[in-house]
């Protein structure tokens, strides 16, 4: 990942919320280790009966500037990794039994995948190949029989009996996702990348070829078991909005209660080198761009958790870590161009009218970890066909919903022009994710929308425990003023009638606001509703 500018701004925080600001959850996570389980990032996964199967990535970092030492062979992942994470256990197994040309993909980065009952499917993927002698994309898919591939690598048995691969060049792709709606498959996004990287470009050194696919590629896919076959369906062409790779696409329920995918940022947009900040969702007739929105957080490809509330018919994604170009420093958001490691942990939310808001979480990655990460899901709990899980389903109690294993860990912010190979490492710490459901209130701080007509204030900030709120209002109407503490506790409430147009003032009655306290000031209308952050310090 590069990026030519370094620009910082800050921008305060106040949003535009919905009824989504407290979806009756939060989120917590726990950290686990499994000894003997090295470090991994941007590979694949599978599961059965709680093991996961580890296919590709790299063992190390962020990869370098320097040609002979960015996505090096050393970093290649030769092994196939089985993982159960309730006995913290590991076992693994050598590519070498393999045939070559399935050994090579294998052992790839950036592949994509998914899993449908035993079959894992796995297409492209960027690494080195000795046959060719060069860094290439693989125009291959692979089948693997995950129960049987994870049994045999537990009991020493044979692998190459449940491995089946066909050559196709639609599927030499990186850096996409690989999803399915129905049954139809989608290929979302990527590139091909041809060679060896190089940030002079193309043309010098070594030199390489790039090309982002700028679709979504439909396909159904027939398996009997022995043979594999392709039908290719409608290809949607994009160079402007699909023009993405190292991105999230999450697979949703959307307010029809149709199946869907939405896929989130990703990188870069053509003529900058920055992140996208719009999404767009796909369903069984096609793409639509959102323009209305835009995600600060969480711009490359992390774990995602997805849940979805049938009651209230919202749908909900959880991004942990990662990179992005903004992050919440004190109550404030920054911009930074040069794209940085981040520890945020964010939810986006779709409501019942398909509008999406954005909500930083509380809860933070303890390190700037998480880029290249997945989030592997608990499979037993209930769950949708196409493994969203069911919140309303959740016991008002803390839930194992999953784990985020792996990634990139970074020691610094932004290291990619500094980068010797030593200031990242690909980590091997798993994380327990648990939704806990009480029917307490939950603080969830929203990013900025840039629509918050509110446009609530409150000075000064910090303060000794005197301030004056303000805000606006479009026409003239009632409003209502909350304050709550940091631990969810109403301070003070009011409302106040018969405002008029305009700029708008109110001033807490409250005197008993603690010196060193947080609280989170909210103002509603009728069709709208906005909070800041308010910080009390010593006179």
């Not at 998914?114 to 089948?143: E, I, M, P, W």
Request: aromatic share 10%; net charge negative.
């Amino acid at each position: 990942m590069f990026l030519k500018t370094a620009f910082v701004a800050s921008l305060s925080l106040i949003g535009l919320l919905t009824s989504a600001q407290n979806p009756g959850f939060e989120i917590a996570i726990e950290p686990l280790n499994i000894t003997g389980l090295g470090g991994l990032q941007a590979y694949a996964f599978g599961q059965d009966n709680g093991k996961w199967l580890i296919v590709g990535g790299r063992l190390d970092g962020l990869h370098r500037r320097q040609p002979f030492a960015a996505f090096d062979i050393a970093g290649h992942n030769t092994q196939l990794i089985v993982v159960d994470p309730v006995s913290n256990q590991k076992w693994s197994a050598p590519l070498s039994s393999l045939p070559v040309s399935i050994q090579e993909q294998l052992q790839s980065t950036n592949m994509q995948f998914h899993q449908v009952g035993n079959r894992l499917y796995l297409t492209g993927g960027y690494g080195y190949s000795a046959t060719l002698g060069d860094h290439t994309t693989f125009a291959k898919l692979t089948a693997v029989d995950v129960p049987a591939t994870i049994n045999a690598i537990i009991q020493g048995g044979a692998l190459t009996p449940h491995f089946r691969q066909i050559a196709e060049p639609e599927f030499q792709v990186a850096g996409g996702h690989l999803s399915q709606i129905n049954q139809t498959f989608y290929l979302v996004g990527g590139n091909k990348f041809l060679g060896r990287y190089n940030p002079m470009g193309p043309n010098h050194g070594p030199g390489f070829i790039q090309e982002y696919t700028n679709q979504i590629r439909t396909f159904q896919l027939t398996d009997d078991g022995t043979n594999i076959s392709i039908v290719h369906l409608a290809q949607y062409t994009d160079s402007v909005q699909l023009h993405r790779r190292d991105f999230n696409v999450v697979q949703q329920i959307l307010p029809n209660g149709n199946e869907g995918i939405t896929a989130y940022s990703g990188v870069f947009q053509p003529g900058v080198n920055l992140p996208f900040l719009n999404s767009f969702t796909i369903d069984s007739t096609g793409y639509v761009v959102d323009h209305s929105f835009q995600q600060h957080y969480n711009h490359y490809h992390c774990g995602v958790l997805p849940l979805y509330s049938a009651i209230n018919n919202e749908m909900h994604s959880v991004f942990f870590g990662g990179i992005a170009q903004f992050y919440d420093s004190a109550g404030v958001l920054i911009q930074d161009d040069n794209v940085p490691f981040v520890k945020t942990i964010a939810r986006v939310t779709r409501n019942s009218a398909g509008v999406l808001s954005e909500h930083k979480l509380p809860v933070e990655m303890p390190n700037l970890l998480g880029a290249g990460a997945e989030f592997i899901p608990v499979t037993s709990l209930a769950h949708y066909p196409n493994e969203v899980i069911k919140l309303d389903d959740l016991p008002l109690d803390s839930t194992l919903v999953g784990y985020v294993y792996g990634g990139i860990s970074s020691a610094a912010e932004n290291i990619f022009f500094t980068n010797t190979g030593s200031e990242s490492s690909a980590s091997s710490q798993i994380f327990k994710v648990y939704v806990v459901k009480s029917a307490n209130f939950a603080i969830s701080e929203p990013s900025n929308e840039y629509a918050a007509s509110l446009n609530v204030r409150v000075s000064p900030n910090p303060n000794e425990g005197t301030f004056t709120v303000r805000f606006h209002l479009e026409t003239d109407r009632d409003a209502k003023i909350l304050i709550r503490s940091a631990d969810g506790k109403r301070v003070e409430q009011v409302e106040l009638f018969g405002l008029k147009k305009g700029e708008n003032a109110y001033r807490p009655l409250a005197k008993n606001f603690a010196v060193g306290g947080t609280y989170f000031v909210t103002v509603q209308t009728s069709g709208q509703e906005a909070t800041q952050k308010v910080v009390v310090e010593a006179k």
